[in-house]
């Protein structure tokens, strides 16, 4: 196999090392619920369905008439981001093709997915409820216990379905919360294995502190946080819609790139989150200090 082939060969996997690496990836489950079609460029529409409630049946009329109503709300993506890069032929030569093949992954992982998460993760916590929120300082794995169990009351007030919530904390906070389990499992090879995958029913992911912020900015060259630390963040997975609209990667070859002999790769991000409307109530984020209104801004 060539230098280019093993460069293309990498490009189909770009998609499944976001799915890999990204933290929010596991919220992605509504993403169908937006709808393109029908759309301007820049907009998805969210189907909104409401009810009315029980009425009394009568004996003589039997049941009473209800009505359904689905409307359609549009939301404007603000996220649309991409880079260029070239690599000249003789350079990528005299690396063996290093710089072409580790481009495409390393930029990925590196660069694409902590921005992502970072926005996505910023959207959530400026959207939640209100009343819904929490600051304080944790420094103990008892009080990091009791704050999680107080998210839970929350939720279970707002009626939230227990099924699906997520909880995503800092790394730290993932350690106090071990420090609070006795339990633990040894595997074949007598090794101590104190993973937390799960908390109460809900599945449990670490966010680098990097990526876990109330606000970031926007920037030409990736992203900066703006916002305070978040501690973490219970979101119920039908509470926030991640949409991806357009993601498309090429690289071209240095017999196809017109514009230099180099290898030219390609890509573009164009995205957003939404808070499902009427279910922002399903988010409990508990940060360092109070979250301001400080917006994610864009270039």
Do not use: C
């Amino acid at each position: 196999m060539n230098t280019i082939e093993l460069a293309k060969a990498y490009a189909p996997m770009l998609a499944e090392a976001f799915k890999k690496d990204s933290l929010t990836q596991i919220l992605e489950t509504n993403s169908n619920r937006a709808l393109y079609e029908g759309a301007a460029a820049d907009e998805v529409k969210i189907p909104i369905l409401s009810t009315d409630g029980l009425g009394n049946y009568s004996k003589t009329n039997g049941y009473p008439d209800g009505s359904v109503s689905l409307s359609w709300e549009t939301r404007k993506l603000t996220q649309d981001r991409g880079r260029r890069f070239n690599i000249d032929t003789v350079e990528n030569m005299e690396s063996l093709g290093l710089v072409v093949s580790r481009l495409l992954s390393d930029f990925q992982r590196s660069k694409v997915v902590p921005e992502v998460d970072a926005y996505r993760f910023s959207k959530i916590a400026l959207g939640s409820a209100t009343g819904n929120r929490a600051n304080a300082s944790i420094t103990t794995g008892a009080n990091l216990e009791k704050a999680v169990n107080e998210a839970g009351v929350v939720l279970d007030n707002e009626e939230v379905p227990r099924e699906n919530r997520v909880l995503f904390l800092t790394p730290a906070m993932l350690n106090l919360l071990k420090s609070q389990i006795s339990r633990f499992v040894l595997n074949d090879e007598n090794n101590i294995k104190r993973e937390v995958l799960t908390y109460d029913g809900m599945a449990v992911v670490a966010v680098p502190e990097n990526r876990f912020y109330s606000g970031i900015t926007i920037s030409a060259n990736g992203f900066s946080n703006s916002g305070v630390m978040l501690n973490f963040m219970v979101v119920h997975k039908d509470s926030v819609i991640p949409v991806v609209k357009h993601n498309p990667i090429r690289l071209f070859s240095p017999e196809e790139n017109q514009d230099a002999d180099a290898y030219l790769l390609v890509y573009r991000l164009y995205h957003d989150l939404f808070i499902q409307p009427n279910k922002q109530n399903g988010i409990y984020v508990h940060s360092t200090t109070a979250i301001s209104t400080t917006s994610t801004t864009t270039p």
